[in-house]
Nanobody, 126 residues
């Protein structure tokens, strides 16, 4: 069974940084999957944040609200995808989820996701 384990959330002040990690279980590779981060703030719908398509495509998507502040990257050797979040704002407060979708391009749609990781909470204090 494929598992995606997200970590790295926490409490940070406005303007601070966090790096989220999403590690895939042994035997699973990202090669043919688009990988992405979604988030869900209290009382709001889940939204896409940053996605990267499979290695054969290499496209990257960022939500307008995070462009220039967040960076998604993949370490294939470690089977891990990262989300570097800088200049954090209170409106970035949410539970962040990583997800994988076979063979899709970006931006990812929730209905196309094959695997979801458990969320990690990011809280940005004002």
């Amino acid at each position: 069974e494929v598992q995606l384990q997200a970590s790295g959330g926490g409490l940070v002040q406005t303007g601070g940084s966090l790096r989220l990690s999403c590690a895939a279980s042994s035997g699973f590779t990202f090669d043919d999957y688009a990988i992405g981060w979604f988030r869900q703030a209290p009382g709001k719908k889940r939204e896409g944040v940053a996605h990267v398509s499979s290695s054969s495509d290499g496209k990257i998507y960022y939500a307008d609200s995070v462009k220039g502040r967040f960076t998604i990257s993949i370490d294939n050797a470690k089977n891990t995808v990262y989300l570097q979040m800088n200049s954090l704002k209170p409106e970035d407060t949410a539970v962040y989820y990583c997800a994988a979708a076979w063979g899709l391009s970006v931006p990812l749609e929730e209905h196309g996701i094959n695997y979801w990781g458990k969320g990690t909470l990011v809280t940005v204090s004002s």
